[in-house]
Nanobody, 128 residues
Framework: QVQLAESGGGSVQAGGSLRLSCAAS????????MGWFRQAPGTEREFVAR????????DIADSVKGRFTISRDNAKNIVYLQMNSLKLEDTAVYYC?????????????????????WGQGTQVTVSS
């Protein structure tokens, strides 16, 4: 069991930047693949990014590639989502997720069903 808590959300102008943080509990944080998902009103939760246990591998959704970066600090039990060049369509509640699943390239990481633990979410609102 791991507990996750997101922070860093807020309101920002289009073209601006924001960094989200997800703090995890426990002594085995480095054993989890971590992911970020988002959900806008009236839509299903969609994949944003994931990062391997050691932080050496990552996957970014095409919709945010080149603008968002995922990273982690295992010494601090924190995973980050750096969001640059924000667009109106980035407005959503952003969720941190974790899974102990192994074999980084062998599972459908874009599916929320592959993650076992979730934070409560943090709101990101982008305005023009």
């Amino acid at each position: 069991q791991v507990q996750l808590a997101e922070s860093g959300g807020g309101s920002v102008q289009a073209g601006g930047s924001l960094r989200l943080s997800c703090a995890a509990s426990g002594s085995t944080f480095s054993s989890y693949v971590m992911g970020w998902f988002r959900q806008a009103p009236g839509t299903e939760r969609e994949f944003v990014a994931r990062i391997s246990q050691g932080g050496g591998l990552s996957d970014i959704a095409d919709s945010v590639k080149g603008r968002f970066t995922i990273s982690r600090d295992n010494a601090k039990n924190i995973v980050y989502l750096q969001m640059n060049s924000l667009k109106l369509e980035d407005t959503a509640v952003y969720y941190c997720a974790a899974t102990a699943r192994t074999g980084y390239y062998t599972w459908a990481y874009q599916s929320s069903l592959k993650y076992d633990y979730w934070g409560q979410g943090t709101q990101v609102t982008v305005s023009s």
